[in-house]
């Protein structure tokens, strides 16, 4: 049974910061590109982060570059989104999914970040 498990939802200031933890099991993370989604109220989902395994890229979208991380412990089957420098804007639901083949094959349930101004 594939399980993504995001942790970490929130409300924060904006400037403040927040860590989201996705806990992956049930698939070989090392196949798979983990990347963290994210759908704001009244929008479509957009994809914020990733990781490609095959090459240790990180990949992040322009809106979060400079405040936003992505790291991984493939140990212990989790993936960390390190939130900094909030903006109202971020507020959303967000993802974690597992890509293959450039698309998405699982997703995790989603967990609201809420940043208010």
């Known amino acids: 049974d594939v399980q993504l498990q995001a942790f970490g939802a929130g409300l924060v200031q904006a400037g403040g910061s927040l860590r989201l933890s996705c806990v992956v099991s049930?698939?070989?993370?090392?196949?798979?590109?983990i990347a963290w989604f994210r759908q704001a109220p009244g929008k479509g989902r957009e994809k914020v982060s990733c990781f490609i395994n095959k090459d240790g890229t990180t990949q992040l979208e322009d809106s979060v570059k400079g405040r936003f991380t992505f790291s991984g412990d493939n140990a212990m089957k989790t993936v960390f989104l390190q939130m900094n420098s909030l903006k109202p804007e971020d507020t959303a639901l967000y993802y974690c999914?597992?890509?293959?083949?450039?698309?998405?094959?699982?997703w995790g349930q989603g967990t609201l970040v809420t940043v208010s101004s």
């Open positions: 999914a597992g890509l293959y083949d450039r698309y998405v094959r699982y």
């Open positions: 049930g698939i070989t993370i090392e196949d798979y590109v």
